[in-house]
């Protein structure tokens, strides 16, 4: 896969934003909470780094699987990708809680190719768009991505989803180093938690 080029696209920084497992998963099943069993500083990172970005962009099935499902992050916009935006409102526990999330101006459901939402993005004029997961959309917009800060966490999953479709720990490691340079490795914490900085080569 190599970086697709487009006048637009240079206006906007894609960066992927996500935290691993040592033996190289995201989540163990779909609904998976991430913050279940990442550390304290991948969450504060994870929360300054994508509102300093300004926009998020997700899959509605990680969107669901928070502490607080179905609602967007406060003080960035959030673009949740799902096939079918009208029925996605089914998934709300109630009327009072779909009303209450409707309300929320910082949301917004789409059926959008990750070229179509990027550009979305940059016509919303955003200058940042965080990358923030599961498997399916860090795989489709792993081409538009200049970035991608990877945080290992030192814990074992055993079984789940893994960062790229398809990917186990070492195909990914080969996929990162044939698309990407490590121009930063920062630990985190003395548990062994790392945060890493990969760049587009090109
Ligand atoms: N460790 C981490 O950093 C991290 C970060 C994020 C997520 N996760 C984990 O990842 C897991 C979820 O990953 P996942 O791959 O199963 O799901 P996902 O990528 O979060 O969401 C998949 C859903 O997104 C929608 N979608 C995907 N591509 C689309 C497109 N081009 N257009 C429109 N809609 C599109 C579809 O929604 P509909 O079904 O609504 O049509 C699809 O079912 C969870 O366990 C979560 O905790 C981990």
Redesign the pocket.
């Known amino acids: 896969m190599s970086k697709e080029k487009s006048p637009n696209l240079e206006k906007i920084h894609v960066f992927g934003?996500?935290?691993?497992s040592q033996d190289g998963f995201?989540?163990?099943?779909?609904?998976?909470?991430?913050t279940k069993w990442?550390s304290q500083a991948d969450k504060d990172w994870f929360w300054d780094r994508t509102k300093q970005a300004g926009a998020v962009v997700?899959?509605?099935?990680?969107?669901f699987?928070t502490r607080k499902p179905g609602w967007p992050l406060p003080e960035r916009m959030n673009f949740v990708?799902?096939?079918?935006p009208k029925t996605?409102w089914q998934r709300y526990d109630s009327d009072e809680e779909r009303t209450a999330v409707k309300q929320k101006t910082n949301l917004v459901y789409?059926?959008?190719?990750?070229r179509e939402l990027i550009e979305r993005a940059i016509t919303d004029q955003f200058t940042e768009l965080a990358v923030?997961?599961?498997?399916?959309?860090?795989t489709?917009f792993l081409p538009f991505m200049q970035t991608f800060y990877l945080?290992r966490e030192p814990v074992e999953l055993k079984q789940?989803?893994p960062l790229i479709k398809n990917t186990n720990l070492l195909a990914l490691e080969k996929l990162l180093n044939s698309e990407f340079e490590l121009v930063e490795e920062i630990k985190l914490n003395n548990q062994g938690t790392f945060r890493q900085t990969w760049q587009r080569k090109d």
């Open positions: 934003i996500a935290a691993i995201i989540g163990q099943d779909k609904v998976h909470v991430s990442t997700m899959g509605s099935t990680t969107f699987a990708l799902t096939r079918d996605v789409l059926n959008a190719s990750p923030c997961g599961g498997t399916s959309i860090y489709d945080t789940g989803l």
